[in-house]
């Protein structure tokens, strides 16, 4: 069974550093996805980003930037400068590639990591 | 703008009483999932549809029903209310075809069992 564990909480910085959220999974399909999603205190969940088993290539988008390492089975997640707006839960979750139909199995998510940004 | 829906957005009930919670998307999608979460938990996956008449059970299904009757709409029953149901209940959708593409959240239902 596919496993998610994101080892850090909670982390705590000061406005404009960096911090790097680490995600790590299991799985035993060799074709499966990864995504990071934001959960502000609002509550509601926000896309940000996935990437396909196949597809190493590290993703940069503004201040936001994924590294994806199959090798350690790693998908982290690094904000520099960060802001404020950054505050938040953040989740990597893992989909495995579902039956052959076409279907989608559902996320295996992580506990999240609590991100505190200090003024 | 396509959307998905929940209702309600708050609820407070008695143990054993039966509790449905709606979700409603207006993407056409045919995949509709629905999430727990709690503190220290993550969101965990309950129930998940392929399509009208399908439903599959996910990792912590018991307790709860699902039916779908058509693309637009996947009820959440809880048919006996526990206070371990007491949660945050996230609907989502995606598009068939894989599961790379990405879910799509409604905003949430916070259920209280008392």
Redesign the interface.
Known sequence: AQKVT?AQTEISVVEKEDVTLDCVYETRDTT??L?W?KQPPS???V?LI?R?SFDEQNEISGRYSWNFQKSTSSFNFTITASQVVDSAVY?C?L????YS????????????THLIIQP | DAEITQSPRHKITETGRQVTLACHQTWNHN?M?W?RQDL??????IH?S?GVQDT?K??VSDGYSVSRSNTEDLPLTLESAASSQTS?Y?CAS?E??????????G??TRLTVL
């Open positions: 994101q499966y996805y995504f999603y509550g509601e969940l896309f996935r396909n989740f979750a989909s495995e590639a579902g139909g076409g279907g989608a199995d559902g996320l295996t998510f992580g506990k999240g | 995949n999932f999430y220290g938990h993550g969101l965990r996956l998940y392929y599959n996910g990792e945050v996230f995606s068939s075809g894989s599961s790379y593409n990405e879910q799509f959240f905003p949430g």
